[in-house]
């Protein structure tokens, strides 16, 4: 059975920082690139930070470049994102994608809230 599981959100001020995490069970996690998505309230779901299977390549939303990092850990199926410098409109549910050419598998998400 494929999951994903975000961990990590919550409520945080802005300028501080959080670390997101998803740990992926049920598939050949290596194989797959995997992404951060966010979706605000009324918006849609964006693009914020991607990997590769090797984690040798990474690419950001123009949003978040220079404040989030997102790393993989494949020994222990997992992705990160570290978010710092949070502004409020880093308010969003938190998802994390792996893709494998035409199969994608989501995870539940996370709740992350920028607010003073």
């Known amino acids: 059975q494929v999951q994903l599981v975000e961990s990590g959100g919550g409520l945080v001020q802005p300028g501080g920082s959080l670390r997101l995490s998803c740990v992926a069970s049920g598939f050949i996690f290596s194989s797959y690139a995997m992404s951060w998505y966010r979706q605000a309230p009324g918006k849609e779901r964006e693009l914020v930070a991607s990997i590769t299977s090797t984690g040798g390549n990474t690419d950001y939303a123009d949003s978040v470049k220079g404040r989030f990092t997102i790393s993989r850990d494949n020994a222990k199926r997992t992705v990160y994102l570290q978010m710092n410098r949070l502004k409020s409109e880093d308010t969003a549910v938190y998802y994390c994608?792996?893709?494998?050419?035409?199969?994608?598998?989501w995870g539940q998400g996370t709740q992350v809230t920028v607010s003073s």
């Open positions: 994608k792996a893709r494998y050419y035409s199969r994608n598998y």
